[in-house]
């Protein structure tokens, strides 16, 4: 797979592109359709009007002070708010929508999106939810950069009616910014991400709530001989909190569901360490240790653009 940014187009893809949240995804969409020319006139627009500031200053698009302003006209509008906000969002620009605009969002729920949206939206708008799977603990205007999106995959839910050629112009757009696109429907993508992402997410925000809660009685013990899987669960719980309470509400279905199959498992797991069950623990660790192989088979190892990798290094970075 290719470790950096293919050449800009000759033709861009969109005459006008509108984003709107300037944190790190929809600045990182403006800072990588900026290089590759993915759109004539790229604007953005963030409630936040010291984000709108601090956007302005850093020059990766132009910014609109108006919600309205910022998607009259624009062939393409991606919300990138919270999950909990998407309804809210897609009230405000309803009404200012262009006749045939394809609208879409990064969400990293897509059955709640769906269900918040919507019912806002006119007919005459190609509505195409989607999910780049990508991401880092830094959050904010300042954190975005063009090659966030590169080598990683961007999942598209279309619903049953969304038209062929908007699913492939959408398509096209997360190709040139890097990525690769999988299609599936809103309930199996949240069903995938639950295990994935959500779940995981949601035992490292435990496990370093239950470190904070021993770190009075280890006197920094904690933090001091943090090694590499504390260090790692510390590294996600450091997301945007914002972002993944929304997550977990909107997607608590899928997310209980996996998190009973956890359990269960937990417990197996519990019984065969009281017992000494030492074939079945080593077992068990055999066969994770190959889901470890083939995410870096698969080059998905790290956030890092060419995933920490040098030149011949066959199996990555130590994990």
Known sequence: MPERLGPARKKPLFDKIALIGLG?????????????????????????????RRARELRFCDIADTIEAAVTGADL???????????DAARAIAPHLKRGAILSDTGSVKSGVVSAVMPHLPEHVHFIPAHPVAGTEY??????????FLQRWCILTPPDSAAANAVQKL?????????????????????VLAITSHVPHLIAYNIVGTAADLEEVTQSEVIKFS????????????????????????????????????????SALQRMIRWGDGDGLFDLFTRTRAIRRGIIAEGQETAAPDFGRHIGEENGPAA
């Open 227 to 266: 090694a590499g899987g504390f260090r790692d669960f510390t590294r996600i719980a450091a997301s945007d909190p914002t972002m993944w309470r929304d997550v977990f509400l909107h997607n608590k279905e899928a997310v209980l569901e996996m998190l009973g199959r956890f359990n269960e498992d937990l």
């Open 171 to 191: 398509t096209e757009f997360w190709e040139a910014v890097g990525s690769h696109v999988e299609v599936m429907t809103a309930a199996h993508h949240d069903l």
């Open 77 to 87: 509008v991606i919300l990138c708010v919270p999950v909990g906000a998407m309804g």
């Open 24 to 52: 790190l995804i929809g600045s990182s969409i403006a800072h990588v359709a900026r290089r590759q020319k993915l759109a004539r006139d790229t604007v953005g627009f963030d409630a936040d009007a010291d984000v709108r």
């Open 139 to 148: 959050s904010g205007p300042e954190a975005g950069f063009a090659t966030l």
